[in-house]
């Protein structure tokens, strides 16, 4: 099921790292994001996200980004995230 591996970045205010472990956490668990799009993902580490082959990097980047934006991690600007394959 979990056949893809995701490098996930944010950045935030022109600076990037690696997403929290405890963002993707709460990001892939459904309760939170009402989507099945992100049911088959399983965040492993900061930054590191693994996923079935029914989720694209740039959607995963797309959800991601919204849904941290809506929570204010932005620190008031919009949320970029680079997901690439590993």
């Not at 950045?11 to 939170?32: H, V, Y």
């Not at 989720?55 to 008031?76: N, S, V, Y």
Request: hydrophobic share 40%; net charge negative.
């Amino acid at each position: 099921m979990y056949a893809q591996k995701f490098n996930v970045n944010v950045i935030i205010c022109g600076e990037s790292r690696a997403c929290p472990l405890e963002w993707l956490d709460q990001f892939c668990m459904r309760n939170f994001t009402n989507s099945a799009d992100f049911d088959d993902t399983l965040p492993v580490a900061a930054g590191k996200v693994e996923a079935s082959y029914r989720l694209t990097p740039e959607r995963f980047a797309e959800g991601l980004g919204a849904w941290l934006t809506q929570r204010g991690k932005g620190e008031g600007q919009p949320v970029l995230v680079q997901v690439t394959r590993e």
